[in-house]
């Protein structure tokens, strides 16, 4: 656990996770090697945006680390912050992506088992449970079926409970990584949107 996590800060600070650290600087930036910043990639915890972010020179940063992004004040070892898209990130943090996705969805499976419990129609032929990967009509309609008879308490009963979905955490990254990765999907049910939303 990062200085970060543990200092106390407000919980109205944005949070993100680092993908990945480069001690001496974006490769890409044009200044001497003496003027450069420590910089890397994070994954917003609460609405999975991507970040471009400068760290204190200061401070060691390892992957995996929780900071905070915003609002400024809140900064503790973030310098900069900018967002970015998938195609900006650099190998190192595309490789951690999934990775951090994963524990994200298992660190916070209430959150995501409430989605199973209360995803919604978007038109009256869509349903936000057909945006997630392998989920049909069929599976849809289990699933509804079985959350009015009472609420889905966690994964494992999700699975128990609906004949035919296995993994329900992992259909959730599948589709996560999915509105990560590509910027012309027209609904997006996970990226760029806060918590309660």
Known sequence: MSEADSDGTDDDARRAVVLDYLAHGLSDDGRPQYEKSPAGYALGVEDFTLYQIAFDEDERITI???VAVDPRDERDIVTECNAVEYG???S???SELEYVVQDLVEENEQRF??????AQPITLRLHQLNLLPG???????SLLDERKRKPF???DDLEDRVSGLHDPDEIL?????????????KYQ??????QGQ
């Open 135 to 141: 989920i049909g009509k069929k599976l849809r309609n």
């Open 92 to 94: 190192g943090a595309r």
């Open 173 to 185: 990254v599948e589709r996560i990584l999915e509105e990560l990765q590509e910027d012309d999907l």
């Open 88 to 90: 900006d990130l650099s």
């Open 153 to 155: 308490e966690s994964f």
């Open 64 to 66: 995996g680390t929780e």
């Open 113 to 118: 088992v409430d989605f199973y419990n209360e």
């Open 189 to 194: 049910t996970f990226v760029g949107r806060e």
